[in-house]
C-alpha cells in the first residue's frame, strides 16, 4: 500500500474484517516508491494494530511484513522490528541481491524481489531468482510470478512493454524447479501495469486519474483467465501434487498483432 491513501483506513479495516470470516490470511506490504517513504511511527502503527488480527500472516510466529523499495530508510527496521517482532522480507531490487541481505547490518530477514518479467524478445530465465536464493544465506527468498507487464500512463511518464506470451506458464514451472519460501503474485489490482489478476473495481482506479480516465488498454480486459488454473498452480507448489477437481481451459492473445 502507498503511503497518504486517502481510503487506506476504511479499506484496510474492512479487509481484515472479512479475512477473519473467510479464513483468510494478510500481510502488510508498504509501497516507499508510490507518495513517498512511510515514517517509521507509521509502520510500527499500521503492523501493532493489525498484527493481533487473526487474519494476519505469520511466519515463525511472526507479522510478516514486506516492502515495495525503501532502502534508504533500511535502518529504521532495526527499530520497527524490535517494537513490533515482524519478520521482515523487503524488495530492495534497486540494491540488487547482496547488497539487500547486506543492507543496515543485514536487517531483512528474507528478500522479495521485484524480478518477475523478462527483458527484451528473451523468455522468462531464472538467474535473478537463483541470485536471491543464495545471496541470503539460508534465509527465505520470496519469489515474484506475474502473467505480464504493459503500462501507458504518461501522468507518471510511464510508456513501456515487457514480454509476457507464456509468461503465467512459465513461472509456475520455474517456481516448481526451485521450490522458495514464498512466492507473490505480481499482482491483484495493479490495473495501471496490466498484470492484474483480480477483477476490475472501477472506483479503484486511482492509477488513472492523472490522465484522462480509464486508460483503453484497460477498457473490457479482464484477467479472471489467468486465476483458472491457479489452485492448480498453488497445489503444485505447496505439496508437489495436485488435485484435479475440473477441466478447464485458460488462453490469452494479442488484439493487435506484433
Request: glycine letters at 8%; proline letters at 7%; a negative charge.
Amino acid at each position: 500500500m502507498a503511503r497518504g491513501e486517502p481510503m487506506d483506513a476504511k479499506a484496510i479495516t474492512d479487509a481484515f474484517s472479512n479475512a477473519e470470516a473467510l479464513g483468510f490470511k494478510l500481510f502488510f506490504s508498504f509501497d516507499y516508491a508510490g507518495r513517498g517513504p512511510f515514517s517509521k511511527d507509521e509502520v510500527v502503527s499500521s503492523i501493532n494494530k493489525y498484527a493481533p488480527s487473526s487474519a494476519y500472516f505469520r511466519h515463525q510466529k511472526k507479522p510478516l511484513v514486506s516492502t515495495f523499495e525503501g532502502p534508504d530508510q533500511a535502518e529504521d527496521r532495526h527499530d520497527v522490528k524490535a517494537i513490533t517482532n515482524c519478520f521482515f522480507v523487503p524488495d530492495w531490487s534497486s540494491l540488487g541481491a547482496g547488497p539487500a541481505i547486506r543492507a543496515a547490518s543485514g536487517v531483512a530477514d528474507g528478500l522479495f524481489s521485484w524480478a518477475g518479467w523478462p527483458w527484451g524478445a528473451q523468455d522468462m530465465e531464472t538467474y535473478v531468482d537463483a541470485s536471491y536464493m543464495e545471496a541470503p544465506g539460508g534465509k527465505p527468498h520470496m519469489m515474484p510470478v506475474s502473467p505480464w507487464f504493459y503500462t501507458n500512463l504518461p501522468g507518471y511518464c510511464k510508456n513501456w512493454l515487457w514480454r509476457g506470451d507464456h509468461l503465467w506458464y512459465d513461472r509456475w514451472i520455474q517456481v516448481n524447479t526451485l521450490l522458495p519460501e514464498f512466492v507473490r503474485i505480481i499482482s491483484w489490482n495493479d490495473y495501471g501495469e496490466s498484470h492484474h489478476i483480480g477483477p476490475i473495481r472501477d472506483h479503484a482506479l486511482v492509477a488513472f486519474d492523472k490522465d484522462s480516465g480509464k486508460a483503453p488498454f484497460l477498457n473490457s480486459l479482464d484477467h479472471h483467465g489467468w486465476r483458472v488454473l491457479l489452485p492448480f498452480a498453488i497445489d503444485r507448489c505447496k505439496s508437489n501434487k495436485a488435485v484435479v477437481t475440473y477441466e478447464g481451459v485458460s488462453f490469452w492473445y494479442r488484439p493487435i498483432p506484433k
